[in-house]
Protein backbone atom coordinates (compact mmCIF):
# COMPACT_ATOMS: atom_id res chain seq x y z
CA UNK A 1 0.00 0.00 0.00
CA UNK A 2 2.54 2.40 0.72
CA UNK A 3 4.95 1.96 -2.52
CA UNK A 4 1.12 2.20 -4.20
CA UNK A 5 0.65 5.78 -2.31
CA UNK A 6 4.48 7.00 -3.57
CA UNK A 7 3.58 5.88 -6.87
CA UNK A 8 0.56 7.93 -7.01
CA UNK A 9 2.04 11.21 -5.40
CA UNK A 10 4.66 10.79 -7.69
CA UNK A 11 2.45 10.49 -10.96
CA UNK A 12 -0.17 13.26 -9.51
CA UNK A 13 3.56 15.55 -9.23
CA UNK A 14 4.94 15.30 -12.72
CA UNK A 15 0.84 15.59 -13.70
CA UNK A 16 -0.05 18.38 -12.13
CA UNK A 17 3.36 20.41 -11.86
CA UNK A 18 4.39 20.36 -15.49
CA UNK A 19 1.56 19.92 -17.50
CA UNK A 20 -2.17 21.20 -15.41
CA UNK A 21 -1.47 23.93 -13.89
CA UNK A 22 0.03 25.84 -16.99
CA UNK A 23 -2.64 24.51 -19.44
CA UNK A 24 -5.50 25.51 -16.73
CA UNK A 25 -4.50 28.71 -16.53
CA UNK A 26 -3.62 29.53 -20.09
CA UNK A 27 -6.93 28.42 -21.44
CA UNK A 28 -8.74 30.12 -18.55
CA UNK A 29 -7.18 33.50 -19.09
CA UNK A 30 -7.49 33.10 -23.13
CA UNK A 31 -11.11 32.66 -22.90
CA UNK A 32 -11.49 35.25 -20.34
CA UNK A 33 -9.98 37.82 -23.19
CA UNK A 34 -11.68 36.50 -26.37
CA UNK A 35 -15.18 36.11 -24.38
CA UNK A 36 -14.24 40.08 -23.23
CA UNK A 37 -14.80 38.80 -19.53
CA UNK A 38 -18.33 37.57 -19.98
CA UNK A 39 -17.77 35.79 -16.37
CA UNK A 40 -18.00 39.54 -15.00
CA UNK A 41 -19.87 41.79 -17.49
CA UNK A 42 -22.79 38.82 -18.07
CA UNK A 43 -22.87 38.19 -14.31
CA UNK A 44 -26.29 40.19 -13.95
CA UNK A 45 -27.70 37.92 -16.62
CA UNK A 46 -26.58 34.88 -14.95
CA UNK A 47 -28.84 35.44 -12.09
CA UNK A 48 -31.52 36.60 -14.26
CA UNK A 49 -31.39 33.70 -16.41
CA UNK A 50 -31.46 31.25 -13.37
CA UNK A 51 -34.52 32.64 -11.92
CA UNK A 52 -36.26 32.58 -14.90
CA UNK A 53 -35.74 28.85 -15.66
CA UNK A 54 -36.44 27.69 -12.21
CA UNK A 55 -39.70 25.23 -12.41
CA UNK A 56 -39.97 25.33 -16.27
CA UNK A 57 -40.55 22.96 -18.31
CA UNK A 58 -41.45 21.75 -21.83
CA UNK A 59 -44.83 20.52 -22.27
CA UNK A 60 -45.43 16.72 -22.31
CA UNK A 61 -42.16 16.43 -22.37
CA UNK A 62 -39.49 14.80 -19.81
CA UNK A 63 -36.53 17.00 -20.70
CA UNK A 64 -35.08 18.66 -17.33
CA UNK A 65 -35.31 22.42 -16.92
CA UNK A 66 -32.12 24.69 -17.24
CA UNK A 67 -32.70 25.42 -13.30
CA UNK A 68 -32.56 21.33 -12.68
CA UNK A 69 -29.80 21.01 -14.59
CA UNK A 70 -27.63 24.02 -13.30
CA UNK A 71 -29.29 22.09 -9.66
CA UNK A 72 -27.39 18.88 -10.92
CA UNK A 73 -24.02 20.23 -11.64
CA UNK A 74 -23.58 22.38 -8.41
CA UNK A 75 -24.86 19.03 -6.64
CA UNK A 76 -21.10 17.54 -7.96
CA UNK A 77 -19.72 20.48 -7.80
CA UNK A 78 -20.75 21.47 -3.96
CA UNK A 79 -19.57 18.45 -1.88
CA UNK A 80 -16.46 17.13 -0.59
CA UNK A 81 -14.03 19.51 -2.27
CA UNK A 82 -15.92 22.41 -0.58
CA UNK A 83 -15.42 21.26 3.07
CA UNK A 84 -12.38 18.50 3.51
CA UNK A 85 -10.72 19.37 -0.34
CA UNK A 86 -10.43 23.13 1.36
CA UNK A 87 -9.37 21.96 4.78
CA UNK A 88 -6.54 19.67 2.67
CA UNK A 89 -5.56 22.62 0.79
CA UNK A 90 -4.25 24.93 3.69
CA UNK A 91 -3.49 22.07 5.54
CA UNK A 92 -0.49 21.07 2.74
CA UNK A 93 -0.37 24.17 1.12
CA UNK A 94 -0.90 26.71 3.66
CA UNK A 95 -3.30 29.41 3.67
CA UNK A 96 -1.98 30.70 0.45
CA UNK A 97 -3.52 27.97 -1.55
CA UNK A 98 -6.85 29.85 -0.55
CA UNK A 99 -5.75 32.57 -3.41
CA UNK A 100 -5.30 30.53 -6.19
CA UNK A 101 -8.42 28.68 -5.60
CA UNK A 102 -9.82 31.86 -5.76
CA UNK A 103 -7.93 32.68 -9.16
CA UNK A 104 -8.70 29.11 -11.33
CA UNK A 105 -12.66 29.92 -9.98
CA UNK A 106 -12.61 33.87 -11.24
CA UNK A 107 -10.51 32.97 -14.80
CA UNK A 108 -11.70 29.08 -14.88
CA UNK A 109 -15.21 30.39 -15.19
CA UNK A 110 -15.05 31.17 -18.12
CA UNK A 111 -13.34 27.72 -19.62
CA UNK A 112 -16.98 26.90 -17.55
CA UNK A 113 -18.74 28.70 -20.06
CA UNK A 114 -17.44 27.80 -23.25
CA UNK A 115 -17.85 23.48 -22.17
CA UNK A 116 -21.29 24.22 -21.73
CA UNK A 117 -22.07 26.17 -24.55
CA UNK A 118 -20.73 23.71 -26.99
CA UNK A 119 -22.21 20.76 -25.23
CA UNK A 120 -25.46 22.43 -25.65
CA UNK A 121 -24.53 23.07 -29.07
CA UNK A 122 -23.80 19.40 -29.72
CA UNK A 123 -26.45 18.17 -27.71
CA UNK A 124 -28.47 14.80 -28.97
CA UNK A 125 -31.90 13.91 -28.49
CA UNK A 126 -32.18 10.49 -26.16
CA UNK A 127 -35.27 8.59 -25.27
CA UNK A 128 -36.65 10.98 -22.17
CA UNK A 129 -34.45 13.84 -22.14
CA UNK A 130 -31.35 15.42 -24.21
CA UNK A 131 -28.13 14.05 -24.31
CA UNK A 132 -24.54 15.39 -24.48
CA UNK A 133 -21.14 16.80 -23.12
CA UNK A 134 -17.07 16.35 -24.29
CA UNK A 135 -17.63 12.81 -25.56
CA UNK A 136 -20.19 14.19 -28.18
CA UNK A 137 -19.02 17.55 -29.44
CA UNK A 138 -15.28 15.33 -29.79
CA UNK A 139 -17.44 12.95 -32.34
CA UNK A 140 -19.15 15.57 -33.89
CA UNK A 141 -17.24 18.80 -33.50
CA UNK A 142 -13.61 17.61 -33.73
CA UNK A 143 -14.66 14.57 -35.92
CA UNK A 144 -12.92 12.39 -33.48
CA UNK A 145 -15.27 9.64 -32.45
CA UNK A 146 -11.91 7.49 -30.98
CA UNK A 147 -11.51 10.79 -28.61
CA UNK A 148 -15.20 11.19 -27.77
CA UNK A 149 -15.07 7.29 -26.83
CA UNK A 150 -11.58 7.47 -24.66
CA UNK A 151 -12.88 10.39 -22.80
CA UNK A 152 -16.56 8.91 -22.18
CA UNK A 153 -14.29 5.97 -20.20
CA UNK A 154 -12.35 8.46 -18.46
CA UNK A 155 -15.66 10.14 -17.34
CA UNK A 156 -17.33 6.73 -16.59
CA UNK A 157 -14.19 5.78 -13.84
CA UNK A 158 -12.94 9.11 -12.65
CA UNK A 159 -16.58 10.51 -11.61
CA UNK A 160 -18.49 6.84 -11.07
CA UNK A 161 -15.57 5.35 -9.23
CA UNK A 162 -12.87 7.91 -7.91
CA UNK A 163 -14.73 11.07 -7.36
CA UNK A 164 -17.18 8.91 -5.22
CA UNK A 165 -14.87 7.15 -3.61
CA UNK A 166 -13.67 10.52 -2.08
CA UNK A 167 -16.74 11.64 -1.52
CA UNK A 168 -17.95 8.29 0.88
CA UNK A 169 -15.08 8.25 2.08
CA UNK A 170 -15.64 11.86 3.57
CA UNK A 171 -18.88 10.95 4.72
CA UNK A 172 -16.95 8.27 6.33
CA UNK A 173 -14.50 9.85 8.08
CA UNK A 174 -16.76 12.50 9.57
CA UNK A 175 -19.41 10.89 11.19
CA UNK A 176 -16.52 8.48 12.67
CA UNK A 177 -15.21 11.88 14.19
CA UNK A 178 -18.56 12.99 15.29
CA UNK A 179 -20.20 9.65 16.25
CA UNK A 180 -17.78 7.23 16.35
CA UNK A 181 -19.78 5.14 13.69
CA UNK A 182 -19.00 2.01 12.41
CA UNK A 183 -17.89 2.66 8.86
CA UNK A 184 -18.16 -0.37 7.55
CA UNK A 185 -22.13 0.25 8.59
CA UNK A 186 -22.04 3.46 7.24
CA UNK A 187 -20.91 2.28 3.95
CA UNK A 188 -23.32 -0.12 3.30
CA UNK A 189 -25.71 2.40 3.87
CA UNK A 190 -24.53 4.82 1.83
CA UNK A 191 -24.34 2.27 -0.90
CA UNK A 192 -27.98 1.23 -0.79
CA UNK A 193 -28.88 4.55 -0.69
CA UNK A 194 -27.28 5.25 -3.84
CA UNK A 195 -28.18 2.11 -5.29
CA UNK A 196 -31.82 2.85 -5.15
CA UNK A 197 -31.77 6.87 -6.56
CA UNK A 198 -29.40 5.90 -9.46
CA UNK A 199 -31.59 3.60 -10.63
CA UNK A 200 -34.42 6.07 -11.12
CA UNK A 201 -32.78 8.12 -13.79
CA UNK A 202 -32.07 11.63 -14.15
CA UNK A 203 -35.43 13.21 -13.51
CA UNK A 204 -35.08 11.50 -9.84
CA UNK A 205 -31.14 13.05 -9.83
CA UNK A 206 -32.68 16.18 -10.82
CA UNK A 207 -35.48 16.12 -8.45
CA UNK A 208 -33.58 15.63 -5.49
CA UNK A 209 -30.46 17.79 -6.30
CA UNK A 210 -33.04 20.76 -6.81
CA UNK A 211 -34.34 20.62 -3.38
CA UNK A 212 -31.64 19.19 -1.21
CA UNK A 213 -28.46 21.63 -2.73
CA UNK A 214 -30.42 24.63 -2.33
CA UNK A 215 -31.56 23.86 1.45
CA UNK A 216 -27.44 22.68 2.61
CA UNK A 217 -25.89 25.36 0.54
CA UNK A 218 -27.84 28.23 2.55
CA UNK A 219 -27.59 26.21 5.63
CA UNK A 220 -23.75 25.98 5.42
CA UNK A 221 -23.36 29.95 4.28
CA UNK A 222 -25.65 30.91 7.07
CA UNK A 223 -23.29 29.19 9.53
CA UNK A 224 -20.48 30.49 7.61
CA UNK A 225 -21.40 34.33 7.77
CA UNK A 226 -22.31 33.88 11.28
CA UNK A 227 -18.56 33.21 12.15
CA UNK A 228 -17.46 35.49 9.96
CA UNK A 229 -19.53 38.06 11.85
CA UNK A 230 -18.26 37.17 14.78
CA UNK A 231 -14.50 37.50 13.87
CA UNK A 232 -14.96 40.61 11.76
CA UNK A 233 -11.83 41.98 13.56
CA UNK A 234 -9.69 39.12 12.15
CA UNK A 235 -10.84 39.63 8.34
CA UNK A 236 -8.29 42.24 7.62
CA UNK A 237 -5.60 39.85 9.45
CA UNK A 238 -7.17 36.49 7.30
CA UNK A 239 -6.56 38.30 3.68
CA UNK A 240 -3.45 39.65 4.56
CA UNK A 241 -2.19 35.88 5.97
CA UNK A 242 -3.88 34.45 2.42
CA UNK A 243 -2.04 37.01 -0.30
CA UNK A 244 1.42 37.02 1.83
CA UNK A 245 1.10 33.17 2.11
CA UNK A 246 0.51 33.32 -1.72
CA UNK A 247 3.12 35.57 -2.73
CA UNK A 248 5.43 36.20 0.39
CA UNK A 249 9.26 36.40 0.48
CA UNK A 250 9.51 33.55 3.39
CA UNK A 251 7.38 30.97 1.37
CA UNK A 252 9.68 31.98 -1.94
CA UNK A 253 13.06 31.21 0.12
CA UNK A 254 11.44 27.65 1.49
CA UNK A 255 10.44 26.87 -1.30
CA UNK A 256 6.68 26.25 -0.17
CA UNK A 257 5.59 28.76 -3.35
CA UNK A 258 4.83 25.78 -6.18
CA UNK A 259 2.85 23.78 -3.26
CA UNK A 260 0.69 26.40 -2.33
CA UNK A 261 0.03 26.88 -6.02
CA UNK A 262 -0.27 23.36 -6.90
CA UNK A 263 -2.86 22.97 -3.61
CA UNK A 264 -5.06 25.55 -4.65
CA UNK A 265 -5.34 24.78 -8.38
CA UNK A 266 -6.03 21.11 -7.65
CA UNK A 267 -8.28 21.65 -5.10
CA UNK A 268 -9.65 24.21 -6.67
CA UNK A 269 -10.65 22.70 -10.01
CA UNK A 270 -11.94 19.48 -7.59
CA UNK A 271 -14.18 21.66 -6.46
CA UNK A 272 -15.67 23.89 -9.11
CA UNK A 273 -14.86 21.21 -11.77
CA UNK A 274 -14.06 24.36 -14.47
CA UNK A 275 -12.58 23.34 -17.43
CA UNK A 276 -12.84 19.97 -16.13
CA UNK A 277 -15.58 18.48 -18.70
CA UNK A 278 -17.57 17.37 -16.33
CA UNK A 279 -20.52 20.05 -15.52
CA UNK A 280 -20.95 19.74 -19.67
CA UNK A 281 -22.37 16.55 -19.10
CA UNK A 282 -25.70 17.57 -17.25
CA UNK A 283 -25.52 21.23 -18.86
CA UNK A 284 -26.11 19.31 -22.11
CA UNK A 285 -29.82 17.75 -21.10
CA UNK A 286 -31.47 21.29 -20.19
CA UNK A 287 -34.26 22.31 -22.93
CA UNK A 288 -32.84 25.88 -23.53
CA UNK A 289 -33.80 28.36 -26.53
CA UNK A 290 -30.42 29.45 -26.74
CA UNK A 291 -26.88 27.08 -26.11
CA UNK A 292 -25.42 30.33 -24.61
CA UNK A 293 -27.78 30.41 -22.28
CA UNK A 294 -27.01 27.25 -20.20
CA UNK A 295 -23.04 28.27 -20.67
CA UNK A 296 -23.84 31.71 -18.35
CA UNK A 297 -25.92 29.77 -16.08
CA UNK A 298 -23.36 27.15 -15.30
CA UNK A 299 -20.68 29.99 -15.07
CA UNK A 300 -22.49 31.09 -12.44
CA UNK A 301 -22.46 27.64 -10.65
CA UNK A 302 -18.45 28.20 -10.29
CA UNK A 303 -18.56 31.67 -8.42
CA UNK A 304 -21.15 29.98 -5.82
CA UNK A 305 -18.90 27.04 -5.37
CA UNK A 306 -15.79 28.37 -4.46
CA UNK A 307 -15.98 32.08 -3.98
CA UNK A 308 -19.12 31.60 -1.62
CA UNK A 309 -19.01 28.09 -0.48
CA UNK A 310 -15.29 27.42 -0.38
CA UNK A 311 -14.41 30.87 1.05
CA UNK A 312 -16.68 29.97 4.18
CA UNK A 313 -14.88 27.07 4.64
CA UNK A 314 -11.47 28.47 4.60
CA UNK A 315 -12.50 31.61 6.78
CA UNK A 316 -13.33 29.20 9.30
CA UNK A 317 -10.54 27.36 9.53
CA UNK A 318 -8.31 30.69 9.43
CA UNK A 319 -10.30 32.41 12.09
CA UNK A 320 -9.53 29.82 14.49
CA UNK A 321 -6.24 29.30 13.33
CA UNK A 322 -6.24 25.36 13.73
CA UNK A 323 -4.61 24.36 10.72
CA UNK A 324 -1.23 25.31 12.17
CA UNK A 325 -2.26 23.71 16.32
CA UNK A 326 -3.19 20.51 14.64
CA UNK A 327 -1.60 17.19 12.12
CA UNK A 328 -5.23 17.15 11.26
CA UNK A 329 -6.31 16.70 7.65
CA UNK A 330 -9.29 16.66 5.22
CA UNK A 331 -13.15 16.83 6.60
CA UNK A 332 -11.75 16.19 10.36
CA UNK A 333 -9.67 19.83 10.51
CA UNK A 334 -13.06 21.50 9.24
CA UNK A 335 -14.78 19.67 12.25
CA UNK A 336 -11.70 20.63 14.58
CA UNK A 337 -12.31 24.40 13.27
CA UNK A 338 -15.68 24.52 13.50
CA UNK A 339 -16.19 23.24 16.93
CA UNK A 340 -13.15 25.67 18.32
CA UNK A 341 -15.69 28.14 17.29
CA UNK A 342 -19.30 27.22 18.16
CA UNK A 343 -18.86 24.31 20.61
CA UNK A 344 -18.74 20.44 19.98
CA UNK A 345 -21.89 20.90 18.22
CA UNK A 346 -19.72 21.55 15.48
CA UNK A 347 -18.51 18.75 14.48
CA UNK A 348 -21.84 16.98 14.21
CA UNK A 349 -23.31 19.91 12.24
CA UNK A 350 -20.29 19.13 9.49
CA UNK A 351 -21.12 15.83 9.51
CA UNK A 352 -24.75 16.06 8.86
CA UNK A 353 -23.48 19.07 6.02
CA UNK A 354 -21.08 16.31 4.61
CA UNK A 355 -23.54 13.44 3.98
CA UNK A 356 -25.78 15.70 2.28
CA UNK A 357 -23.33 17.50 0.06
CA UNK A 358 -21.39 14.55 -0.50
CA UNK A 359 -24.15 12.72 -0.70
CA UNK A 360 -25.71 14.88 -3.14
CA UNK A 361 -22.56 14.58 -5.12
CA UNK A 362 -22.30 10.91 -5.84
CA UNK A 363 -25.50 10.70 -7.18
CA UNK A 364 -24.66 13.96 -9.62
CA UNK A 365 -21.22 12.15 -10.05
CA UNK A 366 -23.28 9.01 -11.03
CA UNK A 367 -25.23 11.10 -13.92
CA UNK A 368 -21.92 11.75 -15.39
CA UNK A 369 -20.72 8.37 -15.40
CA UNK A 370 -24.13 7.21 -17.05
CA UNK A 371 -24.45 9.80 -19.77
CA UNK A 372 -20.91 8.46 -20.74
CA UNK A 373 -21.72 4.73 -20.40
CA UNK A 374 -24.33 5.74 -22.85
CA UNK A 375 -22.09 6.95 -25.56
CA UNK A 376 -20.07 3.97 -25.30
CA UNK A 377 -23.09 1.42 -25.56
CA UNK A 378 -26.92 1.36 -25.67
CA UNK A 379 -27.25 -2.08 -23.56
CA UNK A 380 -28.95 -1.73 -20.47
CA UNK A 381 -27.24 -4.70 -19.02
CA UNK A 382 -23.61 -2.44 -19.48
CA UNK A 383 -26.12 0.35 -16.90
CA UNK A 384 -26.60 -2.07 -15.00
CA UNK A 385 -23.43 -3.65 -14.30
CA UNK A 386 -22.06 0.38 -13.80
CA UNK A 387 -24.75 1.12 -11.23
CA UNK A 388 -23.57 -2.25 -9.22
CA UNK A 389 -20.24 -0.91 -10.05
CA UNK A 390 -21.14 2.38 -8.69
CA UNK A 391 -22.41 1.15 -5.39
CA UNK A 392 -19.73 -0.75 -5.10
CA UNK A 393 -16.80 2.22 -5.37
CA UNK A 394 -18.99 3.94 -2.74
CA UNK A 395 -18.21 0.82 -0.19
CA UNK A 396 -15.05 1.30 -1.16
CA UNK A 397 -13.95 4.38 -0.58
CA UNK A 398 -15.92 4.61 2.86
CA UNK A 399 -13.34 2.13 3.65
CA UNK A 400 -10.62 3.39 2.40
CA UNK A 401 -7.75 5.74 3.46
CA UNK A 402 -8.30 9.24 2.71
CA UNK A 403 -4.47 9.68 0.65
CA UNK A 404 -5.72 7.04 -1.26
CA UNK A 405 -9.06 8.09 -2.21
CA UNK A 406 -7.65 11.45 -2.76
CA UNK A 407 -4.52 10.05 -5.04
CA UNK A 408 -6.93 8.10 -7.29
CA UNK A 409 -8.78 10.94 -7.90
CA UNK A 410 -6.49 13.74 -8.32
CA UNK A 411 -4.81 11.41 -11.25
CA UNK A 412 -8.19 10.44 -13.32
CA UNK A 413 -9.04 13.95 -12.87
CA UNK A 414 -5.49 15.55 -14.48
CA UNK A 415 -6.05 13.09 -17.40
CA UNK A 416 -9.80 14.10 -18.16
CA UNK A 417 -8.79 17.73 -17.85
CA UNK A 418 -6.19 16.99 -20.27
CA UNK A 419 -8.22 15.97 -22.73
CA UNK A 420 -11.02 18.27 -22.88
CA UNK A 421 -9.13 21.49 -22.53
CA UNK A 422 -7.75 20.16 -25.72
CA UNK A 423 -10.82 19.60 -26.80
CA UNK A 424 -12.13 22.93 -25.91
CA UNK A 425 -9.74 25.05 -27.58
CA UNK A 426 -9.57 23.26 -30.44
CA UNK A 427 -13.80 24.28 -30.39
CA UNK A 428 -13.79 27.67 -28.29
CA UNK A 429 -14.22 29.79 -31.73
CA UNK A 430 -17.69 28.31 -32.30
CA UNK A 431 -18.89 28.69 -28.10
CA UNK A 432 -17.37 32.61 -29.23
CA UNK A 433 -19.56 32.96 -32.19
CA UNK A 434 -22.61 31.22 -30.15
CA UNK A 435 -22.25 34.31 -27.16
CA UNK A 436 -21.59 37.26 -29.66
CA UNK A 437 -25.33 36.38 -31.47
CA UNK A 438 -26.66 35.88 -27.83
CA UNK A 439 -25.43 39.32 -27.05
CA UNK A 440 -26.65 40.97 -30.46
CA UNK A 441 -30.20 39.56 -29.65
CA UNK A 442 -29.87 41.27 -26.28
CA UNK A 443 -29.15 44.32 -28.09
CA UNK A 444 -31.97 44.03 -30.36
CA UNK A 445 -34.13 43.86 -27.41
CA UNK A 446 -34.74 40.49 -27.58
CA UNK A 447 -35.58 39.44 -23.99
CA UNK A 448 -34.97 35.48 -24.61
CA UNK A 449 -32.60 34.82 -27.23
CA UNK A 450 -33.60 31.89 -29.24
CA UNK A 451 -30.95 30.12 -31.28
CA UNK A 452 -31.88 28.08 -34.88
CA UNK A 453 -29.48 26.28 -36.85
CA UNK A 454 -28.78 28.78 -40.05
CA UNK A 455 -28.37 31.34 -38.18
CA UNK A 456 -24.76 31.51 -37.85
CA UNK A 457 -23.29 30.52 -41.35
CA UNK A 458 -20.18 29.08 -39.39
CA UNK A 459 -21.99 26.61 -37.47
CA UNK A 460 -24.63 25.58 -40.43
CA UNK A 461 -25.96 22.51 -39.72
CA UNK A 462 -23.66 21.45 -36.64
CA UNK A 463 -26.12 20.79 -33.53
CA UNK A 464 -28.68 17.74 -34.84
CA UNK A 465 -31.67 19.87 -31.87
CA UNK A 466 -31.10 23.02 -33.03
Not at 348 to 372: D, K, P, Q, T
Request: aromatic letters at 12%.
Amino acid sequence: MEVLLEWLTEVNDFIWTYILIVMLLGCAVWFTFKTRFVQFRMFKEMVRLLGDSAGRHTEGEKHISSFEAFAVSLASRVGTGNLAGVATAVAVGGPGAVFWMWVIALFGASSAFIESTLAQLYKVKGKDSFIGGPAYYMKEGLKLPWMGALFAVIVSVTFGFAFNSVQSNTISAAWREAFGVDIRILGGILTVLTLLIIFGGIQRIAKVSSIVVPVMALGYVLLALTIVVINWREIPQVFELIITSAFGWEQFMGGSVGATLMQGIKRGLFSNEAGMGSAPNVAATADVSHPAKQGLIQTLGVFTDTLVICTCTAFIILFSHTSAETDLNGIQLTQQALSNQIGNVGSIFVAVAILLFAFSSIIGNYYYGEANVRFITGRRSVLVIYRVLVGGMVLFGALASLDLAWGLADIMMGIMTFCNLIAILLLGKQAFLLLTNYIQQKKAGISSPVYRNGDIPELEDKGECW
